[in-house]
């Protein structure tokens, strides 16, 4: 069954402090996978992609790893903000349309 | 201003009743997306539709409609058959094609009082 686990289900760190999301998936075939954040009762926001050539991208305070042996992605955050309060939702794309969504990330950053 | 809006933001509904969420895009996309987002629940998809007078099921398509007669347009109709309607619901547009990034609007909270 295609699934796309997440963890932590929910992480509280101070600001300033790095922290890392996981994602674990089966799913196949496999095209991509994207993360995305998504404010409280708003719509996600892309962040970044990961195809299967690539390892690790960047995105500002945000880098992504991907190892698709082992079938899993990572989500590093740099010294967090207040800002970067939210949930991170880990998307794995794999035939045609077919988007499988993991559920998510709660992060929340303490001053 | 480019995007894609969701209205209301917020809709209360009667048991019984059937209610229409609005999803307007002027992205220019092809292809538009309904979802339902619960607690502690990942998005689930309920219908989607790549061109103009057409549109697929979902994986909860069930006490649900839509259409699609407009490019810009994909309103989805919550009907008294669907049993648990209370939930945030997410429209989403993108480019056909594989690795295209979905673009999402604010959302609709449904609650039935």
């Known amino acids: 069954k295609n699934q796309v686990e997440q963890s932590p289900q929910s992480l509280i760190i101070l600001e300033g402090k790095n922290c890392t999301l996981q994602?674990?998936?089966?799913?196949?075939?496999?095209?991509?996978l994207r993360w995305y954040k998504q404010d409280t009762g708003r719509g996600p926001v892309s962040l970044t992609i990961?195809?299967?050539s690539e390892n690790t991208k960047s995105n500002g305070r945000y880098t992504a790893t991907l190892d698709a042996d082992t079938k899993q992605s990572s989500l590093h955050i740099t010294a967090s903000q207040l800002s970067d309060s939210a949930s991170y939702i880990c998307?794995?794309?794999?035939?045609?349309?077919?988007?499988?969504w993991g559920a998510g990330t709660k992060l929340i950053i303490k001053p | 201003d480019g995007g894609i809006t969701q209205s209301p933001k917020y809709l209360f509904r009667k048991e019984g009743q059937n209610v229409t969420l609005s999803c307007e895009q002027n992205?220019?996309?092809?292809?538009m997306y309904w979802y339902r987002q619960d607690p502690g629940q990942g998005l689930r998809l309920i219908y989607y539709?790549?061109?103009?007078?057409?549109?697929q099921k979902g994986d909860i398509a069930e006490g649900y409609s839509v259409s699609r007669e407009k490019k810009e347009s994909f309103p989805l109709t919550v009907t008294s058959a669907q049993k648990n309607p209370t939930a945030f619901y997410l429209c989403?547009?993108?480019?056909?094609?594989?690795?295209?990034?979905?673009?999402f609007g604010q959302g609709t909270r449904l609650t039935v009082v």
């Open positions: 989403a547009s993108s480019w056909t094609g594989g690795d295209t990034e979905a673009f």
């Open positions: 992205l220019n996309h092809d292809a």
């Open positions: 539709s790549q061109i103009v007078n057409d549109f």
């Open positions: 994602c674990n998936y089966t799913v196949s075939p496999f095209s991509n």
């Open positions: 990961m195809t299967f």
């Open positions: 998307v794995v794309r794999g035939s045609n349309y077919q988007l499988i």
